[in-house]
């Protein structure tokens, strides 16, 4: 299965950083060619996106994370990166990346980030 894999989540608390890694499997996605994204799917709420990145290097944020989290991705690697900081319990939730608009086949399992004091 083409899918992405994401990794780097985890239990924290408020005000703590977590860097996470998206990889492309033996290089079935090219990260150079489409719009990029970081989504994440809250406890009985749907996937929304919180960070883009297109093939020319412009980053796009809402607002609710806008100046705490940076996108960045390298395509030689395969890989994307999403870096949180001064998080917050309404980060809580499962993150996932894929291209934007998403292909389907792409999701993966998703990342647990658990803030919490």
């Known amino acids: 299965q083409v899918r992405l894999v994401e990794s780097g989540g985890g239990l924290v608390q408020p005000g703590a950083s977590l860097r996470l890694t998206c990889s492309a499997p033996a290089s079935y996605f090219n990260f150079r060619m489409p719009t990029m994204g970081w989504y994440r799917q809250a406890a009985g709420m749907q996937r929304e996106l919180v960070a883009s990145?297109?093939?020319?290097?412009?980053?796009k944020y809402p607002d609710s994370v806008k100046g705490r989290f940076t996108i960045s991705r390298d395509g030689t690697e395969n890989a994307m990166y999403l870096q949180m900081n001064s998080l917050k319990s309404e980060d809580t939730a499962v993150y996932y990346c894929n291209a934007f608009p998403p292909y389907n086949d792409y999701w993966g399992q998703g990342t647990q980030v658990t803030v919490s004091s």
């Open positions: 990145i297109t093939k020319g290097g412009a980053t």
